[in-house]
């Protein structure tokens, strides 16, 4: 029971540090200087659409005892390979972003060179792949940093001051909405390969059949709401900083979140809370992306850690060569929340297959939230676009 409960706490934080990366900092500030109190709904109606989508995404993948790529290739032929190119495509793109973040958090902690400090978090991160157990590093690894970031942003709502009955009452009733804040945060946190980060980690600890359905839905649970918690809290800290009159600096916005909050020392706070929330970025990315390639050859599989190594190198040279990524991270995340309805469609199509999924039957309830996350996304999407 300790080593599932480990596995399930470990894949939870997995899925929840992959989201909360340098771009998940970057939108929530900039969506919550547009819409100040009512970005509080957009943030819930986030939160019910992750819900609904790691219910039926871990539960399917879990159940099933296969990764999404193998369901998406027995369902029909060639359909694994097309996900599997989004997902690794979307996951190098994110992981550029993630190395410039971690540089930058690293400069702000220390004055290092932001080149430098990606080298040195990129070695940091390629280290947890070189243990024998680099499954159980990477969950102590995602834990300890992800229960870090959850104290710094505590730290800085609490004194930023935030008006919080008017948050709370916005957050159920809000005064504006917008579309493409919706969507590029659901992209941000459940869309491309963060939807897949703890239920394939879940299947490599082990843990699959139906037996064990109560435990994979506490863990899918568990890592939503500590994404919600983090954002929500760097959403209220954010929201006392702006309505205080402060000025946000447009290149850097949640660095000046954090140096208005807790001046000088606030930047080294700011350097170590994005340092973590790149860093362990960096390594569900990896992780995940090369989980999408692993049943392809019987060799991907057995130099997997390698080739997870060879993911971050290539991610940081893109970086060092090419340089400024950030910009792509908004319009990645966005994209992202394209690929999410795609491969939810593909899962929700594999779990009615009698062959695929053996005697199981996935709930009605969970396979109705599932596509009205499908449409809902696709209207989105196509609205933006």
Do not use: C
């Given at each position: 029971?300790?080593?599932?409960?480990?596995?399930?706490?470990?894949?939870?934080?997995?899925?929840a540090t992959s989201a909360v990366g340098p771009g998940?900092?970057?939108?929530?500030?900039?969506?919550?200087?547009?819409?100040?109190?009512?970005?509080?709904?957009?943030?819930?109606?986030?939160?019910?659409?992750?819900?609904?989508?790691?219910?039926?995404?871990?539960?399917?993948?879990?159940?099933?005892?296969?990764?999404?790529?193998?369901?998406?290739?027995?369902?029909?032929?060639?359909?694994?390979?097309?996900?599997?190119?989004?997902?690794?495509?979307?996951?190098?793109?994110?992981?550029?972003?993630?190395?410039?973040?971690?540089?930058?958090?690293?400069?702000?902690?220390?004055?290092?060179?932001?080149?430098?400090?990606?080298?040195?978090?990129?070695?940091?991160?390629?280290?947890?792949?070189?243990?024998?157990?680099?499954?159980?590093?990477m969950d102590s690894f995602a834990k300890l940093l992800?229960?870090?970031?959850?104290?710094?942003?505590?730290?800085?709502?609490?004194?930023?001051?935030?008006?919080?009955?008017?948050?709370?009452?916005?957050?159920?009733?809000?005064?504006?909405?917008?579309?493409?804040?919706?969507?590029?945060?659901?992209?941000?946190?459940?869309?491309?390969?963060?939807?897949?980060?703890?239920?394939?980690?879940?299947?490599?600890?082990?843990?699959?059949?139906?037996?064990?359905?109560?435990?994979?839905?506490?863990?899918?649970?568990?890592?939503?709401?500590?994404?919600?918690?983090?954002?929500?809290?760097?959403?209220?800290?954010?929201?006392?900083?702006?309505?205080?009159?402060?000025?946000?600096?447009?290149?850097?916005?949640?660095?000046?979140?954090?140096?208005?909050?807790?001046?000088?020392?606030?930047?080294?706070?700011?350097?170590?809370?994005?340092?973590?929330?790149?860093?362990?970025?960096?390594?569900?990315?990896?992780?995940?992306?090369?989980?999408?390639?692993?049943s392809f050859h019987p060799l991907i599989e057995q130099?997997?850690?390698?080739?997870?190594?060879?993911?971050?190198?290539?991610?940081?040279?893109?970086?060092?060569?090419?340089?400024?990524?950030?910009?792509?991270?908004?319009?990645?995340?966005?994209?992202?929340?394209?690929?999410?309805?795609?491969?939810?469609?593909?899962?929700?199509?594999?779990?009615?297959?009698?062959?695929?999924?053996?005697?199981?039957?996935?709930?009605?309830?969970?396979?109705?939230?599932?596509?009205?996350?499908?449409?809902?996304?696709?209207?989105?999407?196509?609205?933006?676009?």
């Amino acid at each position: 029971m300790s080593k599932n409960k480990n596995a399930l706490l470990g894949a939870a934080f997995l899925m929840a540090t992959s989201a909360v990366g340098p771009g998940f900092l970057t939108q929530t500030t900039v969506f919550t200087e547009k819409l100040a109190t009512s970005f509080g709904f957009v943030i819930l109606l986030s939160i019910l659409i992750d819900l609904a989508v790691q219910f039926n995404i871990w539960q399917i993948i879990t159940v099933s005892g296969k990764r999404a790529q193998d369901l998406a290739n027995e369902l029909l032929p060639g359909l694994g390979y097309l996900l599997a190119f989004l997902i690794v495509a979307g996951g190098l793109a994110f992981n550029i972003g993630n190395v410039a973040g971690a540089g930058l958090g690293m400069e702000a902690m220390t004055g290092v060179s932001v080149e430098t400090g990606a080298i040195l978090s990129a070695a940091i991160a390629i280290g947890i792949f070189l243990f024998k157990e680099a499954g159980k590093a990477m969950d102590s690894f995602a834990k300890l940093l992800g229960f870090v970031m959850i104290a710094l942003i505590l730290y800085v709502a609490f004194t930023s001051h935030p008006p919080l009955g008017s948050a709370i009452h916005h957050t159920f009733f809000p005064e504006k909405f917008d579309p493409i804040a919706t969507l590029t945060l659901v992209g941000g946190t459940v869309g491309g390969y963060i939807s897949f980060a703890g239920a394939h980690r879940l299947l490599d600890s082990g843990m699959r059949g139906e037996t064990a359905l109560k435990e994979v839905n506490r863990g899918a649970s568990t890592g939503i709401l500590i994404t919600a918690l983090i954002r929500y809290l760097l959403f209220l800290a954010t929201l006392g900083i702006i309505l205080a009159g402060a000025s946000i600096n447009p290149d850097n916005p949640s660095a000046s979140v954090f140096e208005n909050a807790a001046g000088s020392f606030g930047k080294q706070l700011f350097g170590l809370m994005i340092w973590a929330a790149a860093i362990t970025s960096v390594v569900g990315a990896a992780y995940t992306s090369i989980s999408f390639l692993r049943s392809f050859h019987p060799l991907i599989e057995q130099y997997q850690s390698s080739i997870t190594i060879v993911f971050i190198l290539i991610s940081t040279v893109i970086f060092l060569v090419v340089g400024r990524p950030v910009k792509v991270l908004v319009f990645v995340g966005t994209l992202n929340g394209f690929v999410l309805p795609i491969a939810l469609a593909i899962l929700l199509v594999a779990s009615r297959k009698q062959r695929l999924m053996g005697s199981y039957r996935h709930p009605v309830l969970l396979q109705a939230a599932g596509w009205a996350v499908v449409l809902i996304l696709l209207a989105m999407g196509f609205n933006v676009f």
